[in-house]
């Protein structure tokens, strides 16, 4: 299969070109310099004769920045506009799979329940934006959204986070891009990546608490969320590994 990335050098691309490449896919990879996410024509023109679409791009904001609402502005914009000119040019270039990265803090809390696709969700701040990234995705025909826990472990930056006495659910990047991977195979649809783990044994340290967009934006990481993977193990066989 040809398969085409975007984010090739991020913290997921970088684990996951040398899988899809190990697994016998050939693979082609977006050059900014060239060919703008944002620009449907550069991207229709990129995409074409590729069989797939896996697109992991992001712009989390690292340490201090994270705290501040503007901060997401550029991660946002990825996942909702870039989402959207993706969807639209493979749709245009004839591809037939695009799987598009997401986080699964869009649930509300669950408390100690299982939560699996079909769990009631409640994005709040800049996590709602994974939600566009989702209907932009399954527009497509072949569309996979991927909803990721917190990325911990290798190269992994992630935002502080609040803790509590409930779940929450986390993957190592490399466990990531192998679902990214796996989900080429997989039904088009929502998958959640992650495994669910007890946020008191983090040993993550409580943020203070912030007030208006900063609250809404971190209130999610407060929230109990068991999340399971069972679907995606189920229709690919993908298991976390570390």
Do not use: C
């Not at 997401?102 to 696709?117: C, K, M, N």
């Not at 709602?128 to 399954?138: F, G, K, M, R």
């Not at 072949?142 to 986390?170: E, H, N, T």
């Amino acid at each position: 299969m040809k398969v085409f990335v975007i984010g090739a050098t991020g913290v997921l691309g970088r684990e996951a070109v040398p899988r899809l490449r190990a697994a016998g896919h050939e693979v082609g990879v977006l050059d900014r310099h060239t060919t703008s996410m944002f620009d449907v024509g550069q991207l229709t023109a990129a995409f074409a004769g590729h069989d797939a679409v896996v697109n992991l791009a992001t712009r989390i904001p690292l340490s201090a920045k994270a705290v501040l609402a503007r901060a997401w502005a550029e991660n946002n914009r990825i996942r909702t506009e870039g989402s959207a000119a993706v969807v639209e040019a493979a749709t245009r270039a004839g591809v037939g799979r695009v799987v598009q990265e997401g986080i699964s803090f869009v649930y509300a809390d669950g408390g100690d329940r299982e939560l699996d696709e079909s769990a009631p969700i409640d994005p709040v701040g800049h996590v709602a934006s994974s939600v566009t990234a989702q209907e932009n995705v399954l527009r497509h025909p072949g569309g996979v959204f991927l909803r990721f826990g917190l990325l911990m472990g290798g190269d992994a930056m992630s935002p502080p986070v609040l803790v509590g006495d409930g779940w929450m659910s986390v993957v190592h990047p490399a466990d990531a891009a192998a679902a990214a991977v796996a989900a080429l195979d997989a039904p088009p649809g929502v998958y959640n990546v992650g495994t669910p783990v007890l946020k008191r044994d983090t040993g993550i340290t409580r943020l203070p608490r912030f007030s208006g967009k900063l609250a809404a934006s971190f209130e999610v990481f407060g929230r109990s969320q068991r999340v399971v993977s069972t679907k995606l193990t189920e229709a690919t066989g993908w298991k976390p590994r570390r």
